[in-house]
């Protein structure tokens, strides 16, 4: 099934236009034609079953013919990333992270960063595309940078953890998960946290984590991070 994107579908809507640049994507290049049906997401969990009543490629029109709610996850991860050197490597993070199931992203600006000005608008164009790809109805929300000690004082809920390569008293992640809990895990740069962020994480109840036996890059350590709990919260 091939899904579609539009974020303005009201619950309720029995017709809705996609904007030129969509309209023109589906007409021209995928060639659709009136009466085609087209699967549509507003990234809230519904999927709306429709059908071409305009084949324009400046306003494609389509009736709502059946609509489908998903309910969202039992839990909800947010992954606290910091942003790395090579943008395309962070781009990556963020197309699979979506594949594999996440909530929410916040990318975070630590002591070592090398990268400290992001622009999200690129970014929030691979999610969307990486939640259409892999079919899901749900969008993640990608939040704007932040700074690392500011991140750490907002966040009080759930499961607490921060991932560093310190040679001090950690435990594994997968032993520390539970299904059905919200968790939230701090990635840090290519530098790794610094002595400081770390106490500062563990005086706001951040538990200190390992991913494993190697030294990962950070869009690596991501994507274990998240794939941990996306493993514990599916195979029970």
């Known amino acids: 099934m091939q899904l579609f994107y539009n974020p303005n579908i009201a619950e309720n809507a029995e017709t809705f236009s996609f904007d030129k640049?969509?309209?023109?994507?589906?007409?021209?290049?995928?060639?659709?034609?009136?009466?085609?049906?087209?699967?549509?997401?507003?990234?809230?969990?519904?999927?709306?079953?429709?059908?071409?009543?305009?084949?324009?490629?400046?306003?494609?029109?389509?009736?709502?013919?059946?609509?489908?709610?998903?309910?969202p996850s039992k839990y909800r991860l947010h992954l606290a990333v910091a942003p790395?050197?090579?943008?395309?490597?962070?781009?990556?993070?963020?197309?699979k992270a979506t594949e594999i199931g996440i909530s929410e992203i916040t990318?975070?600006?630590?002591?070592?960063?090398?990268?400290?000005?992001?622009?999200?608008?690129?970014?929030?164009?691979?999610?969307?595309?990486?939640?259409?790809?892999?079919?899901?109805?749900?969008?993640?929300?990608?939040?704007?940078?932040?700074?690392?000690?500011?991140?750490?004082?907002?966040?009080?809920?759930?499961?607490?953890?921060?991932?560093?390569?310190?040679?001090?008293?950690?435990?594994?992640?997968?032993h520390l998960l539970q299904p059905d809990k919200d968790v939230t895990i701090l990635i840090g740069p290519e530098g790794d946290f610094s002595d400081k962020e770390i106490l500062w994480a563990i005086e706001n109840k951040f538990v200190p984590i390992s991913l494993g036996n190697t030294r990962l890059r950070t869009e690596t350590a991501a994507i274990v991070a998240c794939h941990s709990v996306a493993f514990v919260n599916e195979n029970r």
């Open 84 to 95: 790395t050197k090579m943008n395309d490597r962070f781009e990556w993070f963020l197309e």
């Open 21 to 71: 640049e969509e309209s023109k994507h589906i007409i021209k290049v995928l060639r659709k034609k009136d009466t085609d049906i087209l699967f549509v997401t507003n990234g809230l969990g519904f999927c709306f079953e429709t059908k071409i009543t305009l084949a324009s490629d400046t306003k494609c029109t389509v009736k709502i013919i059946a609509v489908k709610k998903s309910e």
């Open 107 to 174: 990318p975070i600006i630590c002591d070592h960063s090398e990268r400290k000005q992001i622009k999200t608008d690129r970014f929030d164009k691979i999610i969307q595309s990486a939640m259409k790809q892999s079919n899901q109805y749900f969008l993640p929300k990608l939040n704007e940078p932040v700074m690392f000690k500011d991140f750490v004082q907002q966040h009080k809920n759930g499961l607490l953890f921060v991932a560093h390569c310190e040679e001090t008293e950690k435990k594994i992640l997968k």
